[in-house]
C-alpha cells in the first residue's frame, strides 16, 4: 500500500512539473539565422526553429544573426545581430483581463510589432533599455542600443 501511495504522490509531483513547464512556454522560435543563444537558467540552448521561448529566457545573437519569435498573444519580435535581450515579464490572460509584455534589451536591436496585448492593453507592454523605455501604442518600431 505504501508502495502505490508513494508511486501516485510521485506521478502528481511529476504531472504538477509538467504543468508548470507547459505554463511558462511563451512563444516559438519562428526562424533562427547564425548564432543565437538561449540562456535560461544555468543552460544555455541553441534554439532553431520551433524551439519554444520560456518566461525569463535571455536571448543572445552574435554577429550576422537573427531571429523571429512570435509570442502566444501574436507580438513578433524579431532580434537583430549582437543583441542581447531578456524577457522580464510575459502574461496573457484574457479570461481574467491579465496582461503584460516586458522585454529590457541591454544591446544590439530589435523589431517590435504588437500582438494582441499591444491592442488591448497598450500600457502593458513596455521596451526597456539602458537609458529609456518605450511605451507601446499598438504599432510596429525598430530599436537599436549602441
Known sequence: ???????????????AQSVCAQNDHIGIFK????????VRESQTIMPVAGTQLMRSDRII???RSS???VFKDGTQL??????????????FQPEETNYAFS??????SAIYSSGKIGKISPQSVSINTPRATVGVR????????E
Open 31 to 38: 526562424k533562427v539565422s547564425g548564432d543565437i543563444r538561449i
Open 78 to 91: 524579431t532580434v537583430g545581430s549582437s543583441t542581447d535581450i531578456q524577457i522580464n515579464k510575459y502574461l
Open 138 to 145: 499598438g504599432t510596429r518600431f525598430i530599436v537599436k542600443v
Open 67 to 69: 531571429a523571429g519569435i
Open 61 to 63: 545573437s552574435g554577429p
Open 1 to 15: 500500500m505504501r508502495t502505490v501511495l508513494a508511486l501516485l504522490v510521485t506521478w502528481m509531483l511529476v504531472f
Open 103 to 108: 522585454v529590457y534589451l541591454n544591446k544590439g
